[in-house]
């Protein structure tokens, strides 16, 4: 169990650095606490699930725990997202804290390869995606991206 949630609050860090260096309003703690929760409650409900099953009871569903995580993931994530007349400001963060919500998940289940691939894919995709942005001009964007928007 604390090598998932370490392994949980380690994604949710690597994660939530790259935001708070951009200066967003979900950074650091945010994306760590939100993997943590999220692997805390996998952790109870695949461990509910054993002692349900190792009692004769086969009622319980971690598959909605799941679920549920997810919605509440897609909760906070909505609320970090701004519209401001035809513009959506705070996607990509909102994206990133529903990534750390998956990485909770993943490491709280033990699947650390998958964890450890999405990580990689997730900040590839933050990092280079960001870097490409900045070279390639892009119709309509390019107020945002000099002012730092997402």
Known sequence: MIARL??????????????????????????TLIAISAAVTTLVALEFDAVSRAGGEANSD????IQGVAQAVGFISAGVMIRSGDSVHGATTAAVIWMAGALGIACGA???????LSLALSLGVTLLFTWVMRRVPVTGKAEEREAGEE
């Not at 860090?13 to 703690?29: H, I, Q, Y």
């Not at 971690?62 to 725990?65: A, D, E, K, M, S």
């Not at 033990?110 to 450890?116: E, K, P, Q, S």
Request: glycine residues 16%; hydrophobic residues 50%; aromatic residues 6%.
């Open 62 to 65: 971690p598959i909605r725990v």
């Open 6 to 31: 370490c392994a949980a609050a380690l994604c949710g860090a690597l994660l939530g650095l790259d935001r708070e260096m951009r200066g967003k309003a979900a950074g650091l703690r945010t994306h």
């Open 110 to 116: 033990g699947f650390y390869v998958l964890a450890g």
